[in-house]
Nanobody
Framework: QRQLVESGGGLVPPGGSLRLSCAASGFSLNYYAVGWFRQAPGKEREVVSSLSSDNSAKYYSDSVKGRFTIFRDTARNTVSLEMNSLKPEDTAVYYC??????????????????????WGQGTQVTVSS
């Protein structure tokens, strides 16, 4: 059974840092583009960052650019999101998602939730003093 599990969420003061990890079981993330999304109460799910399966292409939303970094650990079969200089508006449930990339699209990332086949259960990030 193919599963994604997020970890690393929690409560952090403004200006703090967290590292979220997305671990895959039952399949190798090496062949998948991976995206991080977030959803705050009363708001739609939005893309935060996305990474192509060959790691050559990365996307960051304007709201997190320069503060968040997405990276893949092949040995651990994980994709992580390093979040620095956190702001209260970063508070949300964060989800990772994976989409298989055929050989012709290894350099592509995906920005829309409907483009992803696999989702984790989410992890809560709260930025508050």
């Amino acid at each position: 059974q193919r599963q994604l599990v997020e970890s690393g969420g929690g409560l952090v003061p403004p200006g703090g840092s967290l590292r979220l990890s997305c671990a895959a079981s039952g399949f190798s993330l090496n062949y998948y583009a991976v995206g991080w999304f977030r959803q705050a109460p009363g708001k739609e799910r939005e893309v935060v960052s996305s990474l192509s399966s060959d790691n050559s292409a990365k996307y960051y939303s304007d709201s997190v650019k320069g503060r968040f970094t997405i990276f893949r650990d092949t040995a651990r079969n994980t994709v992580s999101l390093e979040m620095n200089s956190l702001k209260p508006e970063d508070t949300a449930v964060y989800y990772c998602a994976a989409q298989y990339s055929t050989s012709s699209y290894t350099n592509r990332f995906y920005l829309h939730p409907g483009e992803y086949d696999y989702w984790g259960q989410g992890t809560q990030v709260t930025v508050s003093s």
